[in-house]
C-alpha cells in the first residue's frame, strides 16, 4: 500500500490511500483462473451422473416390469419353460431394449431369469441395468394336496 503525504492539510501527516495493488489483483486472478474451470467441471459431472442415474432408474423400472409381465403369464399358463425373449419397450418417450433370458439351474423345475436393459442393441452385453430372478417351473395344482373346506 502506498503511503502519501496529507497536501490538503496544514499538517505534515501521512495518509494511507485504500485499495489493492497490481500484485493482489493478479493473485487473485489467478486463484479464479484456477478454481473456477475445476468448478465447471465438479457442475459437468454432476449433470452426467444425474442423467446416468435417471436412466438407470428407468431402466429398473422396465426390468422389473418385464418380470412382473413374465409371473403373470406364467401364473395363467402354467408353464416356464428355458428360453431366450427380447423386444423393444416405449417408456419415458425413449426406446428401452431389453433381453430375458430362462436358464434351468442344477435344481430340477426351478429356473433362473435374466433380465437385461440397455438405450441400444448393441449394448447387450453392457446393459444399464441386469435383474436376476428366480422361479418354480413346475406350477402344477395338486388338487389332493390343497385343504379341504369344512362346507365339502
Excluded at 49 to 61: C, I, P, Q, S, V
Excluded at 71 to 95: I, P, Q, Y
Amino acid at each position: 500500500m502506498l503511503i502519501l503525504p496529507d497536501t490538503v492539510s496544514s499538517k505534515n501527516t501521512w495518509v494511507r490511500e485504500s485499495g489493492f495493488t497490481l500484485v493482489e489483483v493478479m493473485v487473485a486472478l489467478a486463484i479464479v483462473a484456477i478454481t473456477l474451470p475445476a468448478l465447471l467441471m465438479a457442475l459437468y459431472q454432476q449433470v452426467d451422473n444425474a442423467g446416468y442415474l435417471r436412466d438407470k432408474t428407468l431402466a429398473e423400472m422396465i426390468a422389473v416390469d418385464k418380470l412382473s409381465e413374465m409371473r403373470l403369464v406364467v401364473a395363467s399358463t402354467r408353464e416356464l419353460n428355458a428360453g431366450e425373449d427380447s423386444g423393444v419397450a416405449t417408456f419415458a418417450d425413449r426406446d428401452w431394449y431389453w433381453w430375458l433370458e430362462t436358464i434351468p439351474t442344477e435344481v430340477a423345475t426351478f429356473y433362473r431369469i435374466e433380465i437385461r436393459v440397455a438405450l441400444n442393441e448393441e449394448r447387450r452385453e453392457q446393459p444399464l441395468y441386469l435383474l436376476s430372478a428366480f422361479m418354480f417351473g413346475d406350477l402344477e395344482i395338486d388338487p389332493d394336496g390343497l385343504p379341504v373346506s369344512d362346507s365339502q
